[in-house]
């Protein structure tokens, strides 16, 4: 059975740094993209992150480009979100996810954390 567990968020100010990690079991990854994805109040999902584990390749939203990276630890089966210069408009539930590189869909979620960002 496939888990994804989140952990890492919490609340902080506006320009600080919070790091997410995702820990990853029940199936082999390798031929895997893992994505963050987050929802605020009201709002739509919202594409965050992805990296393949194979290569290690990294796709950014935009609105979060050049403030988070992601990045991955095959030996712990664990991925990263690392999050600097936090906004306010930051704020909201993330997720890790998990899906066949082959497809743009994916197949497993996490249940979340809630990550809080004040001004």
């Known amino acids: 059975q496939v888990q994804l567990v989140e952990s890492g968020g919490g609340l902080v100010q506006a320009g600080d740094s919070l790091r997410l990690s995702c820990a990853a079991s029940?199936?082999?990854?390798?031929?895997?993209?893992m994505g963050w994805f987050r929802q605020a109040p009201g709002k739509e999902r919202e594409f965050v992150a992805r990296i393949t584990w194979s290569d290690g390749s990294t796709y950014y939203g935009e609105s979060v480009k050049g403030r988070f990276t992601i990045s991955r630890d095959n030996a712990k089966n664990t991925v990263t979100l690392q999050m600097n210069s936090l906004e306010p408009g930051d704020t909201a539930v993330y997720y890790c996810a998990a899906g066949p590189v082959y497809s743009p869909a994916y197949a497993y979620w996490g249940q979340g954390t809630q990550v809080t960002v004040s001004s």
């Open positions: 029940g199936r082999t990854f390798s031929r895997y993209k």
